[in-house]
């Protein structure tokens, strides 16, 4: 399962990925306001630096008109190069120009996903990615974490191209959800995602094993020290 970053702070972007080789960052415009950079576009690059090259880096338009959304999802990957997936909302004139860009060879990732029917038709339309948001859709009072199985079932019955990736979590126990059923990837905050991957009980316990070989072997000593 593919595991990206969905933050746009440099600095916990180079924590996570120190800490772990992650498949890359997924933005939207809230998330990159939040870095409280006025150029986006800045932020971006910035990312892609700190991020490995074949990493993926997700960028969202804010255009709504069919032709205006095209226009700028080249331009983003113009700027950003490869590996750049833009994320077009699949509502409104968004499944046109998602049509549009995947017969073009741009890498498009349908966003903002509320339930099964838009993200099918995405999948249709040629998206590879297919963001449906678990936690916003649970706090609809939908079950999130179902309508994203759906969406996986659906799309593969179907035989498209389309990978689910699972997106706006807030705990572990939603992704792990998705990785139980096969869903091929998910977006995280790194909140979220540290409480996945760490686990202070875990390291407490790893504490302890040094603490008690320290006791009767030496303080600092390791196996190096000993042939
Ligand atoms: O990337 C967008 C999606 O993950 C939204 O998450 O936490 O704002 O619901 P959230």
């Given at each position: 399962m593919?595991?990206?970053?969905?933050?746009?702070?440099l600095t916990k972007i180079e924590e996570l990925y120190a800490k772990y080789p992650y498949d890359g960052v997924t933005t939207n415009p809230t998330i990159l306001s939040k870095?409280?950079?006025?150029?986006?576009?800045?932020?971006l690059k910035k990312i892609r630096k700190v991020i490995p090259e074949d990493a993926m880096l997700h960028a969202q338009v804010l255009s709504v008109e069919t032709d205006?959304?095209?226009?700028?999802?080249?331009?983003?990957?113009s700027v950003l190069g490869e590996n750049t997936y833009v994320k077009i909302p699949a509502v409104g004139n968004g499944?046109?120009?998602i049509s549009i860009l995947a017969k073009e060879g741009i890498n498009v990732t349908a966003t903002a996903i509320y339930g099964v029917m838009p993200a099918f038709m995405a999948a249709k339309a040629g998206a590879k990615?297919?963001?449906?948001?678990?936690?916003?859709?649970?706090?609809?009072g939908y079950d999130g974490v179902q309508i994203a199985k759906d969406i996986h079932t659906i799309v593969?019955?179907?035989?498209?191209?389309?990978e689910v990736l699972g997106a706006s979590f807030k705990n572990s126990q939603q992704v792990l959800?998705?990785?139980?059923?096969?869903?091929g990837s998910v977006t995280v905050n790194p909140d979220t995602l540290s409480t996945l991957a760490f686990n202070g009980v875990?390291?407490?316990?790893?504490?302890?094993?040094?603490?008690?070989?320290?006791?009767?072997?030496?303080?600092?000593?390791t196996m190096l020290d000993f042939e």
């Open positions: 593919l595991i990206l970053i969905d933050d746009a702070d870095t409280g950079n006025p150029d986006p576009m800045d932020q205006d959304m095209v226009r700028e999802a080249k331009h983003m990957v499944l046109k120009a990615f297919l963001a449906p948001y678990v936690n916003r859709l649970d706090n609809l593969k019955a179907a035989g498209y191209e389309a959800e998705m990785g139980k059923f096969g869903i875990a390291e407490n316990a790893v504490k302890d094993f040094i603490c008690d070989f320290e006791k009767c072997c030496g303080q600092g000593k």
